[in-house]
């Protein structure tokens, strides 16, 4: 790096300040941040984040998935630019950092190179991906998966949330499906600032980690169906009890996930009980099923292990149990040189880090199997994360930006007068 990228530094209270700006875009009464995507309040960070990024000197154009793409230009826009940026949406108990630093922070680096007068060799491109937390519309990150070519553009709009609602109907009714096409922004690279969402880096004391892979994800939609009966005049051995199918499926999950320790995590986040009622046996239940490692190996055996499960648990319970696998993103291994870049950036800057493994999907993991990709990770407190608890220091949080614009300068360049 030069010595006007080592010297140089984020504007660390602006950074903080839009983090506390935009959380007030669906705030909870807990301190956390309620905004599911494509919802009145995405339509109103997105607003807000588009005339910030208007205002830094970028042009900002969206995708017809809602994507907000902002670009910096730089002296050679012959070449794709690098790309930077994360998401806006959070989950229904969602805190102010997950997706929302990476996306500020990358808002705050055109916005120091803008104070400082640098130009880059390559444009730089800030980067809003809808829909990545998956809470409202599944899969999780689908515009970034429909960028890659892992589902059509139409596929994706047809999508529906509980009530119904397609991803085109609610892209239209906050005025951002967009114009151009997917996959029309190209990057040369693209790098994510995000918070751990763990523990380890808070628990080492090291202030950034040096992400050089992620988690392979499988996600299952399952439906049990009994039978709805008494629940006073039917006797035990008769019952085909769907919620009592549902608890040794949940113990199967986690069985399955344990026995490869710790390279394995397994959870099933959701379950709804049909017309539930306090005297009706539970006839029919939908549940969703998540299981994570870093071993395609292992994603494998989850998998086989997990079906076997669930067929053996049916039968012996009587009842049907449908399993479909709605999603099977493979482990991600990140982009050796910009892993280097990132890791090259905190030692430059005199951060303590180490090379970590994401728990969590992130759109760069999507992005990383077209193009060149890399993550920065900060410490969130306790490790929590999809929370309204979640909390990071500004300390960490400016380390982070910093770590993201100096390597985003490494990949970019510094024009020469």
């Known amino acids: 790096m030069t010595q006007i990228a080592t010297n140089l530094q984020i504007d660390s209270a602006r950074l903080w300040g839009t983090i506390h700006e935009t ?167 693209f790098v994510e600032l995000h918070i751990e969402q763990g523990p380890i880096l808070e628990a080492e004391g090291k202030t950034i980690g040096v992400v050089d892979s992620g988690q392979g994800v499988l996600w299952y939609d399952g439906q049990i169906t009994g039978f709805e009966s008494h629940a006073g005049s039917t006797p035990m051995t008769l019952r085909r009890d769907a919620l009592a199918t549902l608890s040794e499926i949940v113990l199967a999950v986690e069985r399955i996930a344990s026995g490869f320790g710790p390279k394995a995590v397994g959870t099933i986040g959701e379950a709804v009980i049909a017309s539930p009622s306090r005297n009706v046996i539970p006839g029919e239940i939908a549940f969703t099923v998540d299981m994570r490692s870093a071993d395609a190996e292992i994603m494998d055996h989850l998998d086989k292990a997990l079906t076997a499960a669930v067929a053996e648990i049916a039968a012996h319970r009587k009842v049907e149990v449908k399993l479909e696998k709605v999603w099977h993103k493979p482990p991600t291994h990140f982009d050796k040189a910009l892993v280097d870049a990132v890791e090259n950036a905190a030692q430059a800057l005199g951060y303590s880090h180490r090379r970590i493994t994401s728990g969590a999907g992130h759109d760069s993991c999507n992005l990383n199997t077209i193009m060149p990709a890399a993550m920065v990770f900060v410490p969130c407190k306790d490790g929590i994360s999809h929370n309204e608890l979640e909390d990071a220091t500004q300390a960490d949080c400016t380390a982070g930006a910093n770590v993201l614009m100096h390597t985003v300068l490494a990949l970019a360049g510094v024009a020469t007068k």
Request: glycine share 14%.
């Open 23 to 189: 959380a007030k875009f669906g705030g909870t009464p807990k301190g956390g941040v309620k905004r599911l995507t494509l919802g009145p309040e995405d339509k109103q960070v997105r607003d807000w984040f588009r005339a910030a990024c208007e205002a830094a000197g970028c042009e900002v154009h969206v995708d017809a998935l809602g994507s907000m793409f902002a670009l910096r230009k730089g002296r050679d826009m012959s070449k794709p630019p690098i790309g930077l940026g994360s998401h806006l949406d959070t989950q229904p108990t969602g805190g102010k950092f997950d997706g929302v630093l990476g996306t500020l922070a990358a808002l705050e680096v055109v916005r120091t190179l803008n104070d400082a007068g640098i130009e880059t060799e390559l444009p730089i491109c800030i980067a809003n991906w809808t829909n990545e937390e998956g809470s409202r519309f599944a899969p999780a990150m689908m515009a970034s998966a429909a960028y890659v070519g892992d589902f059509t553009t139409d596929d994706i709009l047809s999508r529906k949330d509980s009530a119904g609602v397609t991803v085109g109907e609610a892209l239209d009714s906050i005025g951002y499906r967009g114009d151009v096409a997917v996959g029309t922004q190209k990057f040369t690279g």
